[in-house]
């Protein structure tokens, strides 16, 4: 990942993913959650729409910083770099596909959540480290001691899965994370009956967390 990325992730502070059905949503979504100060998106791979709605997004609202979810396949990892993509993350973390996105230049996070994880990523050349599914593994309990010997590899996390407004300032304290993620600032059935006006009013509620706990 570069500099200028990592660092783009630290100042977002959060990364909404985003499961989208329809491309007709895709910029006014995007537009919904920059109003609120959310300019840091993960779409997932898990809808057909997911390839044109990042078409519309990169054309359409340029300001936003866009990754990919769910990313599986070494042709998933070319088809998301074929639309623009600014980096990729997976649930698991598979040397295969860590190593095809970065012999193509893709900036990746591969999900960890044991020791071994860790160590696969950190020798596939990997610093920033997808934690999932945080919630249910332990959240920052579990990330801190299972993360404790590889402290002095700097290594940085982006916690996902069952955050939330309520847990995110347990994520956002500690220094090992960089960003948090989630569903639950544009869920699947907001952006379904385009509810743009709760999604901004949700992205604004992270945003002034995220400045509030690191001020
Ligand atoms: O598929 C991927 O690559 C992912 O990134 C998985 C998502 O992070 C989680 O599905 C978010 O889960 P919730 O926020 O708990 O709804």
């Given at each position: 990942?570069?500099?200028?990325?990592?660092?783009?992730?630290?100042?977002?502070?959060?990364?909404?993913?985003?499961?989208?059905?329809?491309?007709?949503?895709?910029?006014?979504?995007?537009?919904?959650?920059?109003?609120?100060?959310?300019?840091?998106?993960?779409?997932?791979?898990?809808?057909?729409?997911?390839?044109?709605?990042?078409?519309?997004?990169?054309?359409?609202?340029?300001?936003?910083?866009?990754?990919?979810?769910?990313?599986?396949?070494?042709?998933?990892?070319?088809?998301?770099?074929?639309?623009?993509?600014?980096?990729?993350?997976?649930?698991?973390?598979?040397?295969?596909?860590?190593?095809?996105?970065?012999?193509?230049?893709?900036?990746?996070?591969p999900g960890i959540m044991?020791?071994?994880?860790?160590?696969?990523?950190?020798?596939?050349?990997?610093?920033?480290?997808?934690?999932?599914?945080?919630?249910?593994?332990?959240?920052?309990?579990?990330?801190?001691?299972?993360?404790?010997?590889?402290?002095?590899?700097?290594?940085?996390?982006?916690?996902?899965?069952?955050?939330?407004?309520?847990?995110?300032?347990?994520?956002?304290?500690?220094?090992?994370?960089?960003?948090?993620g989630g569903t639950w600032?544009?869920?699947?059935?907001?952006?379904?009956?385009?509810?743009?006006?709760?999604?901004?009013?949700?992205?604004?509620?992270?945003?002034?967390?995220?400045?509030?706990?690191?001020?």
């Amino acid at each position: 990942m570069s500099l200028e990325l990592i660092q783009k992730i630290d100042d977002a502070g959060i990364i909404a993913v985003l499961i989208v059905d329809e491309v007709k949503h895709a910029v006014p979504l995007a537009n919904a959650l920059l109003e609120g100060g959310v300019d840091t998106i993960e779409l997932t791979l898990r809808t057909p729409a997911a390839l044109d709605a990042a078409k519309a997004i990169k054309k359409e609202v340029p300001e936003i910083t866009l990754g990919f979810g769910t990313v599986l396949t070494v042709d998933q990892v070319k088809a998301v770099i074929d639309v623009g993509a600014d980096f990729a993350v997976s649930p698991g973390c598979n040397p295969n596909i860590i190593a095809e996105a970065h012999k193509q230049g893709l900036s990746f996070a591969p999900g960890i959540m044991t020791p071994s994880d860790i160590e696969i990523a950190v020798q596939e050349g990997c610093r920033i480290l997808k934690f999932f599914p945080a919630a249910t593994s332990g959240g920052m309990k579990h990330l801190e001691s299972m993360s404790a010997p590889y402290n002095y590899l700097g290594l940085k996390f982006i916690p996902l899965g069952g955050c939330n407004i309520e847990n995110a300032p347990s994520y956002l304290q500690s220094d090992l994370i960089t960003a948090i993620g989630g569903t639950w600032v544009a869920k699947r059935p907001l952006i379904q009956s385009e509810n743009w006006d709760v999604i901004t009013e949700n992205a604004r509620e992270i945003r002034n967390l995220i400045t509030k706990i690191r001020s």
